[in-house]
């Protein structure tokens, strides 16, 4: 059986047994373990899907930065197929690490996601008899810069440099690149095909694969309806949110009220201090806003209070090639979505049917009316469709 | 306000039919049907540079029209900056050109008081490779490195990017972003602008279709990513189907052709027929065909390309049959009464398929979004307006 590592560059939900400790300690100070290492963002989400259908074919390793690893006897293998594995990941983090390169030599394969400069150019120097797979499910250019804000700005162009540099490195090494929705791989042609060196991989489609997040059936049947709607802003605010569209929701509709759930995030300070800073006072103070503060494991609880679930993000780049994962979740629970009519999950199949396109305030009356006719076969047509079997067929006939 | 428009041919063109130009130079003609269009605004003014290579047929008429013409030499601007090109662009506002294989790059890359339009519907790029299968393998790299550095000089000047179809936005977005001059705080406003192929309706139109479908049109010149030979095959095992191969030799594709496709077209079966060129009137020509078919190696070009070919039989009614990865299945969507596709690895097949399925049409839905979108004029009114704000 092939070995198979997938490189996280933060948390996964690693699973923890009962007798794990409620703590870790990390330069001396006290973190909650479940924050370290259970609380995964939307890649580490993603990279789960990965290692749970992967390793029904592969031996599979998943490299977890040691920031975020619990004591190895604190894991609970009982549930899953594939091992966890700290690496040093200051190591790593915009650097060549040594460490990390001999732990790539155990494998046949690497996956990595080129989301943050961890193991770039580790993976940009990986020998050649190793395959390299980059999941691009989150375009690292568009959004990179705009990143980059929390810096001083005499830095930020330094470091856009630096990080672009390192990742065209990687990019062409890449012996297979992994896209979650069709503009993006439209997107990475055009981007790929300036950044690398002449050969024939241009020339054929053999390098790219699409793997959508697998979306399962954890159907809610009965959802509270009434007259006023009750929706849900369900995790954190980055800098590409809209909220103002948010604010202007509930401003021009006396019948909407919204609550804000997960939107401080227990790691990510910077970002969090930077960018939610400017709402939470507006948040807090606004009358038919409210903000849950509490940590779901399982959301059915949460899922189950609202109509809908609102994603609005700044129009651009970033929203045009966005696969949000917090999206996909809320179908998983049967939440209709309202989102930017210009995100790319509209054009995947089935997907239309539950999302309703918003552009503007003047939407709001038809984006409600859509919202009372998503029936319920709606959502069973894409837990059919998008089976993590479906979604993983191709990648895994590849690398087989 | 008065604006001056230059319009940059590219290709060789001198001599050539309307047919030739449309079918082997798709840039030039997408070109001349913008100084077409244009030249009817009130206010703008057009004119078109024609290029020479070769100095005796430097008189190419373009009388009849309501734009100049000026000649350029195109030899002198293929991969360098020519200072003829320079001075003569100087008077213009607006500067549109396609972006071809190298004429002009560096002109445009230069330019800096003038607003630059560039055209991608047809992409460079994704062509370069096989352009480059007929250079010596041990160049190939440093050709490409010269000839990309070239073509980002040029795109790093845009100011507006035409492009043809909609999976040519998200890829010229990358390019855009490879280059940095797209990214994250550039949403408010983007540079890319579609015009979709600009073609007219001027040959009979097919309205006839058989029960029996055996007569298939391939059109067009044989490139380096054309897939002819499996046709062929096809047509050795189905002796009740004839299929004629119409117009193969293209002026810049000859080598090509002669080092690796001309094999194939030796000893072929009685139900194939070749001709090399064009033919000289075309009036009528669709309605003896049931299909027309244009197939190529699924090269990341296919995905980029539009094939006037194709869309000229379209428009005049022949159904075709085409890769799946066809960029015309986006421009009509869940048409496939119209538009039959095949799969490579499964070709016999597929074309079985749709030869079973008869009588193959262009449907009214088809015929009617033609005529909507793609044979009306108001299709470059976005372009107008960008040329008049800015």
Request: aromatic fraction near 16%.
């Given at each position: ?400 | ?282 009036t009528n020509f669709y309605t003896n065909y049931d299909v027309g078919i244009l ?77 909507a979108n793609i044979l009306s004029v108001t299709d470059i009114s976005e372009l ?7």
């Open positions: 059986m092939k070995k198979l590592a997938i490189l996280s560059m933060d948390a996964v939900r690693i699973p923890l047994l009962p007798t794990a400790p409620n703590v870790k300690i990390e330069n001396g100070e006290e973190y909650d373990i479940r924050d370290k290492c259970t609380r995964a963002t939307a890649l580490g989400q993603r990279l789960t899907f990965f290692a749970d259908e992967l390793s029904k074919y592969f031996d599979v390793t998943v490299l977890v930065p040691d920031l975020n690893y619990p004591p190895d006897n604190a894991i609970d293998y009982s549930k899953i197929n594939y091992t966890f594995k700290p690496y040093n990941w200051f190591d790593a983090n915009w650097h060549y690490s040594e460490y990390l390169a001999q732990q790539f030599l155990e494998y046949d394969i690497i996956i990595m996601q080129s989301a943050g400069g961890v193991g770039f150019l580790n993976g940009a120097k990986l020998p050649s008899h190793i395959i390299l797979c980059i999941d691009a499910c989150l375009p690292f250019p568009v959004e990179y810069k705009k990143l980059l804000d929390i810096y001083p700005p005499d830095k930020q162009g330094e470091y856009y440099q630096m990080g672009m540099n390192q990742y065209k490195q990687l990019m062409n090494r890449a012996d297979l690149l992994i896209y979650a929705n069709d503009r993006q791989r439209n997107f990475y042609e055009g981007l790929f095909i300036q950044l690398s060196n002449y050969n024939t991989k241009f020339m054929n489609d053999m390098q790219f694969i699409k793997v959508q997040n697998p979306i399962a059936d954890r159907y809610i049947p009965e959802r509270k309806m009434n007259s006023t709607y009750q929706f849900l802003w369900y995790g954190g605010i980055y800098p590409w949110y809209a909220v103002d569209k948010v604010f202007e929701m509930v401003d021009t509709f006396d019948n909407i009220s919204i609550t804000f759930s997960g939107v401080l995030h227990p790691r990510f300070k910077k970002i969090r201090d930077n960018f939610y800073r400017e709402y939470h006072d507006r948040l807090l103070n606004h009358p038919k806003i409210s903000i849950d503060y509490n940590y779901y494991d399982d959301p059915t609880t949460l899922f189950s209070m609202y109509d809908a679930t609102i994603v609005m993000a700044q129009e651009g780049m970033e929203n045009s090639y966005s696969n949000r994962s917090r999206i996909l979740d809320s179908i998983s629970y049967g939440l209709p979505v309202i989102t930017n009519k210009t995100n790319p999950l509209h054009d995947e199949p089935f997907l239309a049917d539950v999302l309703v396109p918003y552009t503007d305030i003047h939407d709001m009356d038809s984006c409600l009316v859509k919202l009372n006719d998503i029936a319920d076969e709606d959502f069973y047509n894409i837990y059919q469709y998008y089976t993590s079997e479906n979604c993983f067929n191709d990648l895994i006939c590849r690398l087989k | 306000m008065e604006k001056n428009i230059a319009i940059i041919l590219t290709d060789n063109i001198c001599d050539c039919t309307d047919d030739q130009i449309l079918f082997w130079y798709p840039r030039s003609y997408r070109c001349l049907q913008l100084a077409h269009y244009l030249s009817r605004e009130e206010n703008f003014f057009v004119t078109v540079f024609v290029p020479y290579f070769d100095s005796e047929r430097k008189t190419h008429v373009y009388n009849n029209h309501s734009y100049e013409t000026i000649l350029y030499n195109g030899k002198a601007a293929i991969w360098n900056w020519s200072l003829e090109l320079e001075s003569k662009l100087k008077k213009f506002t607006h500067v549109i050109m396609p972006i071809s294989q190298g004429v002009g790059f560096l002109n445009i890359g230069s330019l800096t008081k003038t607003n630059v339009i560039i055209d991608g519907a047809y992409s460079f790029l994704p062509e370069l490779p096989g352009a480059l299968l007929g250079t010596p393998v041990k160049f190939r790299k440093t050709y490409w490195d010269r000839y990309l550095y070239y073509y980002q000089l040029m795109l790093q000047n845009v100011n507006c990017l035409l492009y043809g179809h909609d999976r040519q936005y998200y890829y010229y977005e990358g390019q855009l972003t490879s280059i940095s001059k797209l990214d994250w705080s550039a949403f408010q406003f983007s540079p890319l602008l579609k015009i979709p192929p600009l073609f007219q309706k001027t040959k009979t139109i097919k309205t006839e279709y058989a029960q029996t479908p055996t007569k298939i049109l391939w059109l067009g010149s044989i490139q380096p990513q054309s897939y002819p030979e499996l046709l062929i095959e096809y047509a050795k095992s189905h002796p009740q189907i004839t299929i004629d191969f119409v117009g193969i030799l293209h002026p810049l594709y000859k080598k090509s052709y002669k080092n690796y496709f001309k094999k194939y077209f030796s000893n072929l079966p009685n139900n194939i027929t070749v001709y090399d060129n064009l033919p000289e009137d075309v197939i190529s190696r699924g090269w990341i070009e296919e995905r980029y390309a539009i094939r006037n070919e194709l869309w000229d039989m379209l428009i005049h009614g022949l159904p075709i049959i085409v890769n799946k990865e066809s960029s015309l299945l986006l421009e009509f969507s869940n048409l496939t009464d119209s538009i039959y596709t095949v799969q490579l690895n499964n070709f016999n097949n597929d074309m079985d398929a749709i030869l079973n399925n008869a009588p193959l049409i262009v449907s009214d839905p088809v015929k009617k979004r033609i005529e107008i307006d960008y040329i008049n704000r800015f």
